[in-house]
């Protein structure tokens, strides 16, 4: 696997985690269910408008939508995606 981005950042004990942000979704909610537990965040972006939007790969709910097959714009603009943070810890 190779995404397009990985974050650090400390957890509420201060150990480090790996934050995996990548638009592909279908292959990324697949790696995401096999290994949820080593990471903080695994997130897929997307523009919608002027707007970045983020599904959060760890819901399982997510995951589920993106198997079922509605177009990627279609869950980035639906209630499953939120709108992406300027900051986030």
Same mark, same amino acid.
């Given at each position: ?9 400390? &957890?509420?004990?201060?150990? #480090?985690? +790996? ?17 949820? #537990? ?9 523009? #919608?408008? &002027? +707007?970045? $939007?983020?599904? !959060?790969?760890? &819901? #399982?709910?997510?995951? !589920? +939508?993106? $198997?079922?097959? @509605? ?7 639906? @209630?499953?995606?939120? @709108?992406? @943070?300027?900051?986030?810890?």
């Amino acid at each position: 696997m190779r995404p397009d981005f990985i974050f650090f950042s400390e &957890d509420e004990t201060g150990a #480090v985690q +790996a934050n995996i942000i990548d638009p592909h979704e279908q292959f990324l909610a697949d790696y995401a269910e096999s290994r949820e #537990v080593h990471f903080g965040r695994i997130e897929a972006s997307g523009k #919608v408008g &002027d +707007a970045f $939007r983020v599904l !959060d790969l760890l &819901d #399982v709910n997510v995951r !589920d +939508a993106i $198997r079922l097959g @509605p177009s990627a714009k279609t869950l980035f603009e639906g @209630p499953k995606a939120q @709108p992406y @943070p300027k900051h986030r810890n």
